[in-house]
């Protein structure tokens, strides 16, 4: 087991702001993504969209009111939950459907979704542990530990945990997506935009790591390339409300950095 580390205030500011920045939380858990950058600026969910997600919600509480003992309906109804943002209340409704079936290895890994989401990483590490086994390993899972690790600052670990994803599937883009995040975490740009630039040549890889790049490429002065890479396939309301929120949260770890006073304070001589 990995026991959280204790880190200086300088590089926990940072590390909090790297966080906060990521257009997909570190977390790409067992594929279920968090909102991505446009989905924060609010440029997505139109009311329609909303109140079509609030009947599903309740649609998925009923059902689970009703056959309380039905795990698929505890999944689906802590998932909507996640979605809907009330990320506590999913952790208990899974919570006490994993004491009734304790074995359910897809109830864990929801569960342990549902932990981290909630900011419950060394728990939600060691629930995700038991949800798949060394003979039929989860590269989701795999991905999943190795984010929760980075949150607690265990990097070197992580991504020992995306290695052994990357064994399975190799160049998945939501993998690398989770590898280059753990480099920015580390301060390492250069390794980030690497393994980013690697995920977004993928084919099949999500919008939203092509927005993890964006972020990466702006941590390193190149605004032009980052602000057209967060505008790409956008229409014009959403591509300046992307541009908007990069410019932000840019500024925010601009603060951050400050606060610490030197850079040799909190991390490594890679910074750029």
């Known amino acids: 087991m990995y026991p959280p580390l204790s880190r200086p205030p300088g590089l926990a500011r940072f590390r909090a702001a790297v966080t906060m920045m990521s ?10 993504q968090t909102d991505g950058m446009s989905e924060i600026t609010g440029s997505l969910g139109d009311k ?6 609030a009947r599903s919600l309740e649609s998925y509480r009923d059902r689970h009111r009703a056959h309380p003992d039905d795990v698929e ?3 689906q ?3 909507a939950l996640r979605a809907a943002g009330q990320r506590a209340q999913a952790v208990a409704v899974l919570e006490q459907a994993t004491l009734a079936h304790p074995s359910d290895k897809a109830l864990l890994a929801g569960y342990g979704r549902a932990l981290a989401d909630n900011g419950n990483f060394q728990q939600a590490f060691d629930v995700l542990g038991r949800a798949h086994s060394p003979d039929d390993p989860d590269w989701r899972i795999l991905s999943a530990q190795g984010a929760a690790l980075d949150q607690l600052g265990q990097g070197e670990e992580a991504r020992q945990y995306y290695a052994s994803a990357l064994r399975i599937v190799p160049d998945e883009p939501s993998v690398l997506s989770n590898l280059g995040l753990s480099y920015l975490l ?3 740009l250069a390794k980030a935009e690497e393994t980013l ?3 977004n040549s993928r084919p099949d890889a999500d919008p939203r790591v092509r927005q993890n790049l964006a972020l990466v490429i702006g941590l390193r002065g190149h605004m032009a390339e980052a602000e057209s890479l ?13 541009v908007a929120y990069l410019r932000k949260m840019l500024a925010k770890q601009a603060n951050a950095k400050a606060d610490t006073h030197s850079t040799a304070s909190i991390a490594t001589a890679r910074v750029h």
């Open 48 to 53: 329609t969209e909303k109140a079509a997600s």
């Open 73 to 75: 309906a505890a999944l």
């Open 230 to 242: 967060v505008k790409e396939g956008r229409p014009p309301e959403e591509a300046a409300a992307n």
């Open 186 to 188: 580390s301060k390492d």
């Open 23 to 32: 257009a997909i939380l570190l977390l790409e858990l067992c594929g279920c």
């Open 77 to 79: 109804y802590g998932k």
């Open 197 to 199: 630039r690697r995920a």
